[in-house]
């Protein structure tokens, strides 16, 4: 048997750029999806049980990703950039940080919200997630 050793690669100005584009992409999508939720909730009939279910489903998925990614940010990212981003930048980090905590917030009522909707998709519901997600998406 032989052992092998893992190798960690370091850190290159050429997977900083890397990161730096999976980064752009990721929060492009999110834009896209929230920009395009308002609409797609709004085109579930009222009483369209089944619709209403796969719209739910698939901003469930929307909802826990932008949670999962937002949480990976705020212990990862912003902790070290504040001890390393000259004093200046330290506001434009605490205030991503309060941005997250608002969308944080508002992912909180989205999920009650979309819960009831499912379960009785009608236009009011619908119109006050809408407004969530513009909120979210703004």
Known sequence: MSTATATIAQP?????VGAAAEMKTIHSAFR???RLAPALLLSVEPGDRLR?????SHLDLLDRF????????????????LVRVPAEI???????ETQHESV?????????????????PDSARAVELAALYT????
């Open 12 to 16: 290159t100005a050429q997977t900083a």
């Open 32 to 34: 896209r999806e929230l």
């Open 52 to 56: 209403a279910g796969i719209v739910g």
């Open 66 to 81: 932008l949670h999962h990614h937002h949480t990976i940010e705020d212990d990862m990212i912003w902790p070290k950039l």
């Open 90 to 96: 330290a506001p434009v980090v605490q205030l991503m």
């Open 104 to 120: 944080a917030e508002l992912l909180e009522r989205t999920v009650a919200l979309r819960t009831e909707w499912r379960t009785n």
């Open 135 to 138: 909120c979210l998406h703004d």
